[in-house]
Nanobody, 115 residues
């Protein structure tokens, strides 16, 4: 059974940092593209960051230079380091594992940026 378990969300002040983690089980981790999405109230689901083959990264324009996606293949874990957070980063963040073998989602973790 595939499971993606996220952690690391919370409340942070503008300009602060958070690191989200997503640990996967039940998949061959390195064969999946690992992605972070977010959804804010009243807004569309947005792809925030993508990690392919454990090396190639892509970011939404809104987070470039502030967010970094990385992975630890020994721990089957993908991270999203978020720096210089802004109120508009407030959303539920979801981990996604995507491959021809399937498309899997975590339960989401809330990130709130507010003073």
């Amino acid at each position: 059974q595939v499971q993606l378990v996220e952690s690391g969300g919370g409340l942070v002040q503008p300009g602060g940092s958070l690191r989200l983690s997503c640990t996967a089980s039940g998949i061959v981790f390195r064969t999946f593209a690992m992605n972070w999405y977010r959804q804010a109230p009243g807004k569309r689901h947005e792809l925030v960051a993508k990690l392919t083959n454990g090396v190639s990264t892509n970011y939404a324009d809104s987070v470039k230079g502030r967010f970094t996606i990385s992975s630890d293949n020994t721990q089957n874990t993908v991270y999203l380091q978020m720096n210089s957070l802004k109120p508009e980063d407030t959303a539920v963040y979801y981990c996604n594992a995507a491959a021809t073998a399937g498309d899997f989602w975590g339960q989401g973790t809330q990130v709130t940026v507010s003073s």
